[in-house]
């Protein structure tokens, strides 16, 4: 099969597309807006730029009416959101914070009873998930729109510097190394399908020198 998504109807029921960049860590990420209102929602076009120094970005697509996402007016706004990691524990939670609100409700007054308790971060009053394994408090840097052939198909890709990371030591191990199997981070998958870290292998870069070695590592 052979399909061009740029001219032909996709011939298949669902899109093979989003279904085969995969899997896709999850942004989980809580903002708020200047007028105080606290929000929570989770991005699945979320990665690492760089290390030197730590930098991350997020995409998000516009509503079929134009208006962009609160996360990153929020971000734009108050030059601050956070990432919350989503674990398979905190999965429920994950999913009602995709919901959906109106301009005057906030995504954290759905999660009560799910096990989610604010916290706030360092650097600007933003609540963050305290049963999270990993947080980091991100200082907003740029904003790269790209226009689509839709109002839905144009992004915001924002880009923020990591300024303070908050680590749950109980899930580090006797190495110094993250547990991650212990934290069980989701990511999503296409369709309504999402993955769960449960195992892990190693590989190591034949003929890589020991710098090499010690950055694919991350040692310090």
Not at 78 to 90: I, K, S
């Amino acid at each position: 099969m052979k399909w061009h998504p740029q001219s032909e109807k996709n011939p298949l029921p669902y899109s093979p597309f989003k279904s085969s960049t995969i899997p896709r860590p999850i942004g989980w990420l809580s903002s708020v807006g200047t007028d105080g209102r606290e929000n929570i929602a989770p991005y699945s076009q979320w990665q690492n730029l760089t290390f030197d120094p730590p930098m991350v970005m997020f995409s998000a697509n516009q509503y079929p009416d134009g208006r962009r996402k609160d996360t990153v007016l929020n971000a734009e706004e108050t030059g601050w959101f956070v990432w919350n990691m989503a674990t398979y524990d905190l999965r429920e939670a994950v999913n009602l914070s995709a919901m959906a609100l109106g301009p005057d409700e906030s995504e954290w007054d759905h999660l009560e009873g799910q096990g989610v308790t604010k916290v706030y971060a360092d650097n600007h009053h933003i609540p963050m998930v305290a049963e999270s394994p990993i947080k980091f408090e991100c200082k907003y840097k740029t904003t790269l729109r790209v226009p689509g052939n839709s109002p839905v198909g144009t992004i915001d890709i924002v880009v923020a510097d990591v300024m303070t990371i908050h680590i749950n030591e109980d899930f580090l191990g006797d190495d110094g190394k993250l547990d991650v199997l212990r934290m069980k981070p989701i990511a999503r998958m296409g369709y309504f399908d999402y993955t769960v870290v449960t195992e892990k292998f190693e590989m190591r870069v034949p003929g890589s020198d020991s710098d090499a070695q010690a950055g694919l590592e991350g040692s310090a």
